[in-house]
């Protein structure tokens, strides 16, 4: 039961541009939203979260966007630099219930 | 350090060994999860304990993985007659167990290989 999806498993852009990361969920239950960034051989690291009352929350050039409606979140990046070259993971926590998306590779080309 | 530690980083096993990952979270965080990433999947949930409830065990993937935590620290996530797709990498993550963003701290990981 996959509750947290990110259909795309890699995304590719330009250094400077906009990386926009999906993810969608079907727990309506999830009262919070993080995104973790992971490097290789690393563990991943916590970037930002949302409660599921707000609809944005934004920290520098990180910009978390949630659709309760829709049961869609999305991660902003701008301007994006090749130091954000990571594999990005989506997750919803339930409680003290965490579930992870597979992760998105993203790519950022200087 | 004071993050979540890991050990060993690295296990080969043959098929059929068991092997035994140790997890020490941060100090004062009484939720602890395990998880694996098998190469080129994402994170899948694998335990949680939180104090001293019943953990949570509807990630494990079978009979052959288990885990306890003792003294509400210290957790060890054992794996029974290693099979080769059991090879991944497996996370711990430790985390207060309420309020704000209830953030998860990882550990780096050990990378199992089963030959």
């Known amino acids: 039961d996959q509750q947290v999806k990110q259909n795309s498993p890699s995304l590719s852009v330009q250094e400077g541009r906009i990386s926009i990361l999906n993810c969608d969920y079907t727990?309506?239950?999830?009262?919070?939203f993080l995104w973790y960034k992971k490097y290789p051989a690393e563990g991943p690291t916590f970037l930002i979260s949302?409660?599921?009352?707000?609809d944005k929350n934004e920290d520098g050039r990180f910009t978390v966007f949630l659709n309760k409606s829709a049961k869609h979140l999305s991660l902003h990046i701008v301007p994006s630099q090749p130091g954000d070259s990571a594999v990005y993971f989506c997750?919803?926590?339930?409680?003290?219930?965490?579930?992870f998306g597979a992760g998105t590779r993203l790519t950022v080309k200087p | 350090g004071a993050g979540v530690s890991q050990s060993p980083s690295n296990k080969v096993t043959e098929k059929g060994k068991d092997v035994e990952l140790r997890c020490d979270p941060i100090?004062?965080?009484?939720?602890l999860y395990w998880y694996r990433q098998s190469l080129g999947q994402g994170l899948e949930f694998l335990i949680y304990?939180?104090?001293?409830?019943?953990?949570?065990k509807s990630g494990l993937p079978s009979d052959r993985f288990s885990a306890e935590r003792t003294g509400g620290s210290v957790s060890t996530l054992t794996i029974q007659r290693t099979q080769q797709e059991d090879s991944a990498v497996y996370l711990c993550?430790?985390?207060?167990?309420?309020?704000?963003?209830?953030?998860?701290?990882f550990g780096p990981g050990t990378r199992l290989t089963v030959l």
């Open positions: 949302i409660s599921s009352i707000k």
């Open positions: 727990n309506s239950m999830f009262d919070y």
């Open positions: 993550a430790s985390s207060f167990p309420w309020g704000g963003n209830n953030e998860q701290f």
């Open positions: 997750a919803g926590r339930e409680n003290n219930d965490m579930r």
């Open positions: 100090s004062g965080h009484t939720a």
């Open positions: 304990f939180q104090g001293n409830s019943a953990p949570d």
